[in-house]
């Protein structure tokens, strides 16, 4: 079986899957090929990328390259191509290109556009988006519209008909907040440090904070817990905003999507919070949808769209 290599490299992890491709792709050398050439007329195996099932994701710290080398040595073959994002910086990029190299396997990384595989971006330089943002709203577009018959678990047919503007929070090591709407345009986003980064610029810029793990609760007693509550507080504020700005946009709710590593730590504020400004203007509870590894769907939708894909 042939297969294709999909890299989210992110400033904490990297993250990586190999999903089943079919027809004219070629498993030989493809040393002095381009990864576009090698993939070219390659289908990725959507369903099972789109089932229920889903991409099943290999987590490394992003600074073993060692532990990278061994997963690839371990593959029963060696993938005809990759297709990825990376945000660690060129350094990183570059590892994981000799990596590849060594087993034959050429590296294509994508960029953000303005206008590709049914997203828009208002971003005034779409290309100073982040790659992962990018694929990530790509991939939360799949996962609730799938391009295939194939349904994806937990979507109802109407909803995958009848797409609706989206917000995507992504917790890692930097917080991402970006709005989608109904028709795939990419409204705009926020940055902020993620729930872990806001803890140790702490602990590591005063004299006397710790590196906190307390409890979050509505009134902290203790510096643990103010800590925590406040970092927990901040996060759920900068999503409640989007939200917030959403309804205005929008006359109604967006969905919200939510993924990272960082999102059990905020997932309780985070949901508190939106209840109460929900019932406070007379809506239901907002459903809060978690997504494992939308960068990961992303990649797979632009395979499928440059031909990669099943036709």
């Known amino acids: 079986m042939k297969t294709i290599l999909l890299i989210d490299s992110g400033n904490t992890r ?17 040393d002095a090929a381009s990864a576009a050439d090698a993939l070219a007329g390659t289908a990725v ?10 991409i099943r994701a290999h987590a490394i710290d992003t600074h073993d390259a060692q532990g990278f080398a061994d997963w690839l040595a371990g593959l029963p073959a060696a993938p005809v191509g990759a297709l990825g994002t990376n945000v660690a910086g060129a350094a990183r990029a570059a590892g994981i290109e000799a990596a590849l190299a060594q087993i ?32 990530s709203m790509l991939g939360v577009m ?7 018959p194939t349904p994806t678990a937990g979507h109802t047919a109407a909803e995958r008909e009848t797409p609706s503007p989206f917000v995507l929070a992504s917790f890692g090591t930097a917080t991402t907040i970006d709005t989608v709407s ?28 710790p590196l ?17 509550s406040g970092v927990a507080a901040a996060q759920a504020g900068a999503l409640l905003r989007q939200w917030l700005a959403g309804v205005r946009r929008y006359g109604a709710p967006p969905r919200i999507y939510a993924a990272g590593g960082g999102w059990p730590e905020v997932e309780g504020e985070i949901r508190h919070l939106l209840s109460d400004a929900a019932e406070s203007m007379g809506y239901l509870p907002p459903t ?24």
């Open 14 to 30: 990297l993250k990586v899957a190999v999903v089943a491709v079919g027809g004219g792709g070629s498993a030989g050398s493809v």
């Open 45 to 54: 195996d959507w369903p099972l990328a789109a089932t229920a099932g889903g």
């Open 104 to 135: 034959g396997c050429p590296t294509r990384w994508i960029l953000p556009q303005a206008q590709a595989y049914g997203l828009t971006s208002r971003y005034t330089q779409p290309e100073q988006l982040g790659a992962d943002r990018w694929a």
């Open 142 to 148: 799949t996962l609730r519209t799938p391009m295939s």
């Open 182 to 209: 109904a028709d795939g345009v990419f409204e705009g986003g926020l940055i902020l440090p993620g729930p872990a980064l806001m803890k140790s610029a702490l602990a590591a810029g005063t004299a006397n904070l």
């Open 212 to 228: 906190a793990q307390g409890q979050v609760t509505a009134y902290p007693t203790d510096t643990q817990q103010a800590i925590s």
């Open 288 to 311: 809060i949808t978690v997504i494992e590894n939308p960068v990961l769907y992303g990649l797979a939708r632009i395979a499928r769209a440059e031909n990669l894909g099943l036709s």
